[in-house]
Nanobody
Framework: QVQLVESGGGLVQAGGSLRLSCAAS????????MGWFRQAPGKEREFVAR???????DYADSVKGRFTISRVNAKNTVYLQMNTLKPEDTAVYYC????????????WGQGTQVTVSS
């Protein structure tokens, strides 16, 4: 079982920055792909960014060039650096982890609210 705890959300003005953190429990963090997803009011949850166990990164087109995902395996932590934030980035952001076979997103955090004011 893996527990994920996000932190770092808050209220920021458009153009500002925030860094989200996700701390994971367990000894197999380095074997898992990690990701960030978000869900805005009235919308479905959507993919934001992913970092593989090997360090390969993918981003949604809407955040490319503004967001950066990273991980520190020694700390069992994944980060999402968000720059040049826009009001449309307002959402609850969720951290996710795959199984050790990396077949699907198996574990989810409770979410952290990010609100970007115009």
């Amino acid at each position: 079982q893996v527990q994920l705890v996000e932190s770092g959300g808050g209220l920021v003005q458009a153009g500002g920055s925030l860094r989200l953190s996700c701390a994971a429990s367990g000894r197999t963090f380095g074997d898992r792909n990690m990701g960030w997803f978000r869900q805005a009011p009235g919308k479905e949850r959507e993919f934001v960014a992913r970092i593989s166990w090997a360090g390969n990164m993918d981003y949604a087109d809407s955040v490319k060039g503004r967001f950066t995902i990273s991980r520190v395996n020694a700390k069992n932590t994944v980060y999402l650096q968000m720059n040049t934030l826009k009001p449309e980035d307002t959402a609850v952001y969720y951290c996710a982890a795959t199984s050790v076979t990396r077949s699907n997103w198996t574990y989810w955090g409770q979410g952290t609210q990010v609100t970007v004011s115009s």
